[in-house]
């Protein structure tokens, strides 16, 4: 048996997907030895794997983003970005690579499992020749000649007009994040590695391993995608043991739709998209829940809303899941993967860090509708939940996305592959793929 050692960013969005790769290596005899942040130990024995706290490095918790970093809400959206990627992904490598420097040292560990901007992990590799493997869960992120840079959520096309302007694009977005990127050099410099030319990620692809949580359906196509890039479906939390639900639970059983709203436990400012959407869709013959993540504000305490209206902080969302009819959320990787495994059409609107790629990815597929805006009116969310509800095509995408997904077990597809990465210790390729026609996109 191997020792493996995990290594995620300090979020739920990271941690609870690996927590079933966790469980089924652990389940398979492996030693499975997990670094993160000090507030997911809890989770991490849960998993079966062996929790390793910080020692010299230091994360952010993204689920206390704001509460840690309250002046990140008075930046203006531009300044969003490159705040977030220069203080929760460079700043810490120096720290965190040494601490995975001493964890594979003193555990003996035979290959590295990293988040997919885990920079450190590159580090590892380049430095010291460690066995490295990556596991995405936030979408793929590799530059290709047919998929605008990443970032800005913008659709892939093939119109020789397009591929002119991202290549322009291209060039602007290598200055996106220069203060970001000086740093990361500033680091490379002193541990004596060549220094990145475009992005503080551009070193961040393994070359022996990358599993993306998904599958190519919800995907761009790509005309360079990496022989040992493998889709092994989506890494859906492990459902808890079931608890007291709510009194009107039952009311999901009535013949009307049941839609869910949810920005997450990261966005806590409800209005940006669910105070809007309650104040519009009360009115509407469905059922509406909506999670808030925490204390819900006094918009949603009010004994005004209409008896339709739920509000909860947390609900088990593997039990709430197979009883909607729509998500309307801001764009969490998990929550929407969660959803198309069910097959429950997704209203998404989300702009900051990785969110406008996934709302990007709903449009794109045909399983949702992309409202590309920060703070949507009530309106424009209401008639958005009242297209995916009507137009019988986005329940056909997400049918279609469902079968998909079910005909994958993600946890044992990555262990496998793990496990041969460490048997002939060179790069694990995926099976032959079809190449994609240039013009090759999805119709909404």
Same mark, same amino acid.
């Given at each position: 048996?191997?020792?493996?050692?995990?290594?995620?960013?300090?979020?739920?969005?990271?941690?609870?997907?690996?927590?079933?790769?966790?469980?089924?290596?652990?389940?398979?005899?492996?030693?499975?030895?997990?670094?993160?942040?000090?507030? $997911?130990?809890?989770?991490?024995?849960? +998993?079966?794997?062996?929790?390793?706290?910080?020692?010299?490095?230091?994360?952010?918790?993204?689920?206390?983003?704001?509460?840690?970093?309250?002046?990140?809400?008075?930046?203006?959206?531009?300044?969003?970005?490159?705040?977030?990627?220069?203080?929760?992904?460079?700043?810490?490598?120096?720290?965190?690579?040494?601490?995975?420097?001493?964890?594979?040292?003193?555990?003996?560990?035979?290959?590295?499992?990293?988040?997919?901007?885990?920079?450190?992990? +590159?580090?590892?590799?380049?430095?010291?020749?460690?066995?490295?493997?990556?596991?995405?869960?936030?979408?793929?992120? =590799?530059?290709?000649?047919?998929?605008?840079?990443?970032?800005?959520?913008?659709?892939?096309?093939?119109?020789? /007009?397009?591929?002119?302007?991202?290549?322009?694009?291209?060039?602007?977005?290598?200055?996106?994040?220069?203060?970001?990127?000086?740093?990361?050099?500033?680091?490379?410099?002193?541990?004596?590695?060549?220094?990145?030319?475009?992005?503080?990620?551009?070193?961040?692809?393994?070359?022996?391993?990358?599993?993306?949580?998904?599958?190519?359906?919800?995907? $761009?196509?790509?005309?360079?995608?990496?022989?040992?890039?493998?889709?092994?479906?989506?890494?859906?939390?492990?459902?808890?043991?079931?608890?007291?639900?709510?009194?009107? /639970?039952?009311?999901?059983?009535?013949?009307?739709?049941?839609?869910? =709203?949810?920005?997450?436990?990261?966005?806590?400012?409800?209005?940006?998209?669910?105070?809007?959407?309650?104040?519009?869709?009360?009115?509407?013959?469905?059922?509406?829940?909506?999670?808030?993540?925490?204390?819900?504000?006094?918009?949603?305490?009010?004994?005004?809303?209409?008896?339709?209206?739920?509000?909860?902080?947390?609900?088990?969302?593997?039990?709430?899941?197979?009883?909607?009819?729509?998500?309307?959320?801001?764009?969490? $990787?998990?929550?929407?993967?969660?959803?198309?495994?069910?097959?429950?059409?997704?209203? &998404? +609107?989300?702009?900051?860090?990785?969110?406008?790629?996934?709302?990007?990815?709903? &449009?794109?597929?045909?399983?949702?509708?992309?409202?590309?805006?920060?703070?949507? +009116?009530?309106?424009?969310?209401?008639?958005?939940?009242?297209?995916?509800?009507?137009?019988?095509?986005?329940?056909?995408?997400?049918?279609?996305?469902?079968?998909?997904?079910?005909?994958?077990?993600?946890?044992?597809?990555?262990?496998?592959? =793990?496990?041969?990465?460490?048997?002939?210790?060179?790069?694990?390729?995926?099976?032959?793929?079809?190449?994609?026609?240039?013009?090759?996109?999805?119709?909404?």
């Amino acid at each position: 048996m191997s020792t493996v050692l995990i290594a995620t960013l300090a979020a739920s969005g990271h941690v609870n997907p690996f927590g079933p790769v966790a469980a089924e290596l652990a389940g398979r005899g492996h030693d499975v030895i997990w670094y993160t942040g000090a507030a $997911y130990g809890e989770r991490v024995a849960r +998993s079966g794997a062996r929790y390793a706290p910080p020692e010299e490095g230091r994360f952010t918790d993204l689920d206390r983003l704001t509460e840690e970093f309250p002046e990140f809400l008075s930046l203006p959206p531009e300044a969003r970005g490159p705040w977030f990627v220069e203080h929760v992904f460079v700043e810490p490598v120096p720290g965190q690579y040494r601490d995975l420097r001493t964890l594979m040292a003193r555990h003996g560990a035979d290959v590295l499992l990293a988040d997919s901007t885990l920079a450190a992990a +590159s580090l590892m590799h380049e430095l010291h020749g460690a066995l490295w493997a990556t596991l995405s869960v936030a979408p793929l992120a =590799l530059p290709d000649p047919l998929v605008p840079p990443f970032g800005k959520g913008r659709p892939p096309g093939g119109q020789p /007009w397009r591929r002119a302007r991202r290549r322009y694009t291209e060039l602007v977005e290598r200055r996106r994040f220069p203060q970001p990127l000086r740093r990361m050099n500033a680091i490379r410099r002193e541990l004596g590695v060549p220094p990145v030319r475009t992005g503080p990620f551009d070193a961040n692809l393994t070359p022996y391993l990358y599993a993306q949580a998904t599958v190519p359906e919800f995907e $761009y196509p790509r005309r360079r995608l990496p022989a040992h890039v493998h889709f092994v479906g989506p890494l859906l939390p492990e459902p808890r043991a079931a608890g007291p639900l709510p009194a009107w /639970w039952p009311e999901l059983e009535k013949d009307r739709p049941a839609v869910l =709203l949810t920005q997450g436990t990261g966005a806590r400012d409800l209005g940006e998209l669910v105070i809007p959407a309650v104040r519009e869709l009360a009115g509407d013959d469905l059922t509406l829940v909506v999670t808030t993540g925490g204390p819900p504000p006094e918009e949603l305490r009010s004994a005004d809303l209409p008896a339709n209206v739920h509000v909860e902080p947390f609900l088990p969302y593997a039990q709430l899941m197979p009883h909607l009819d729509a998500l309307v959320t801001n764009g969490g $990787y998990g929550t929407v993967q969660l959803a198309l495994a069910h097959g429950v059409p997704v209203v &998404a +609107s989300g702009v900051t860090e990785d969110k406008p790629e996934v709302c990007a990815r709903v &449009a794109w597929s045909g399983t949702g509708i992309d409202l590309r805006q920060r703070r949507p +009116s009530g309106p424009q969310v209401a008639d958005a939940v009242r297209t995916v509800l009507r137009d019988p095509r986005y329940r056909r995408a997400t049918q279609g996305m469902r079968a998909s997904f079910a005909a994958h077990r993600a946890p044992r597809e990555v262990a496998e592959l =793990l496990e041969r990465l460490v048997a002939t210790r060179r790069p694990v390729p995926a099976p032959p793929r079809r190449r994609p026609s240039p013009t090759a996109r999805r119709a909404t």
